[in-house]
């Protein structure tokens, strides 16, 4: 199962998380990816110890499997020369490595494409390649979290930010620009030419956010943050069990979700009941009837919620899942979610990459490389 993307050659310049991340989903969709690491390595390589674990580097694996690591000094002259070897032969170059950086080592997109004009070259940066902050240092947590509005928009009022969790925006990023590559490899299959493709944490934060940006560009207002206990439609909304469990429902159509919840909380009066009668009344009325949903939803326990919510299959609701319920859900093994990436004689699960090719299917065809090690095995095919 060698996957889609199977005899393309990409080369990885990449750091931490966005950049390893995409040339990570190549790997695993069958891309033969070459990781270029300085001679400390990827500083991702010290997730493990920012964690607290001993050996295991697991955030690192998961975006690192099935890559070929070679060490390539770019502050010598042979560094140099045999990273532009490795991307004379490639068909794909990903980095997310400031573009002021490339373009001093002289691997820059214009000096890159120059020697291979086949070449896709994939680009993440944090902010853009134009306008004043173009070449600015950047993480996930700033320019995707906090300055696209995201971190805003999850604040309740008078209420500090969240915390993004690790690589979300990264990761997000990442399978935008592999989409970008996949894209520019097409139009190269007509054209013969590579081309540069980009994106940035900060714009695929904004359009993470864009229900939101896109109202306010039109119409010049905000869409409200919402609070669980005065939401406007209280069929779109979280509430707790007996066993405080959280879940949530989501009735976003009034006239097609409204009876079957009345159903399931016994309270089909409702239906008839002129607080509640319409989409309009519900919003008027919506702090009494959440109190009302809260003390029903509080006399069971999500399990047996679930056996009511089963009986009706227009009521549209998902539990609030910690991400031990996640691995113990029947559910997400049966789509894909975890896969065995071979390990000596045996293998280790980790969280698959999320897309399959039910005509071209993958699999993981090798673990994490150590710190160089196919640095003679690719320097050797320069040679050849």
């Known amino acids: ?4 993307m199977a005899g393309v050659k990409v080369v990885e310049l990449g750091v931490w998380v966005a950049g390893p991340a995409a040339a990570g989903i190549l790997a695993d969709w069958g891309a033969d990816v070459v990781k270029i690491e300085p001679p400390a390595g990827d500083p991702a390589r010290m997730f493990g110890r920012m964690l607290g674990l001993a050996e295991e580097n697991p955030p690192f694996d998961m975006d690192n499997r099935g890559k070929r690591s070679a060490v390539l000094d770019l502050a010598t002259d042979d560094g140099l020369t045999a990273a532009r070897g490795l991307l004379a032969a490639a068909d794909v170059f990903i980095t997310n490595v400031r573009p002021a950086a490339l373009h001093r080592l002289g691997l820059d997109y214009d000096t890159v494409s ?7 070259y994939g680009l993440i940066t944090g902010y853009g390649t134009e306008g004043p902050d173009a070449d600015r240092p950047a993480y996930d947590v700033a320019a995707f979290w906090a300055r696209a509005g995201i971190a805003s928009l999850l604040t309740r009022p008078g209420q500090s930010p969240p ?3 690790g690589g979300m925006g990264d990761h997000s990023a990442a399978m935008t620009l592999v989409a970008a590559v996949c894209a520019a490899l097409v139009s190269r299959a007509t054209s013969g030419a590579g081309q540069l493709v980009t994106t940035s944490l900060y714009r695929q934060g904004a359009y993470t956010t864009s229900f939101d940006l896109n109202t306010l560009l039109a119409t010049g207002h905000s869409v409200a943050i919402g609070q669980r206990e005065t939401m406007g439609n209280p069929c779109m909304n979280n509430y ?8 949530w429902i989501v009735g976003l159509q009034g006239d097609r979700h409204w009876p079957p919840l009345c159903r399931a909380v016994d309270r089909e009066d409702w239906l008839s009941d002129p607080r509640f009668d319409s ?4 919003a008027v009325n919506a702090e009494e009837l959440i109190r009302e949903l809260d003390a029903v939803f509080a006399t069971r326990t999500l399990d047996e919620w679930a056996a009511v919510f089963a009986a009706e299959p227009d009521f549209f609701w998902s539990p609030i899942n910690t991400m031990d319920d996640v691995l113990a859900d029947e559910q997400f093994h049966s789509a894909g979610g975890i896969v065995y990436v071979p390990e000596g004689d045996s293998t280790i699960p980790m969280v698959a ?11 993981p065809r090798s673990g994490v490389p150590a710190l160089g ?4 095995e690719v320097l050797a095919e320069l040679e050849t």
Not at 1 to 4: E, I, L, Q, R, T
Not at 114 to 120: G, S
């Open 1 to 4: 199962m060698a996957g889609p």
């Open 114 to 120: 120059a020697a291979n004009p086949r070449l896709v």
């Open 163 to 165: 915390f993004q969790r």
């Open 240 to 247: 707790s069990t007996a066993d405080h469990r959280s879940f």
């Open 279 to 282: 989409a309009r009344a519900r």
């Open 353 to 363: 990459t999320p897309a399959d090719f039910h005509g071209t299917p993958w699999a």
């Open 373 to 376: 090690q196919h640095t003679d």
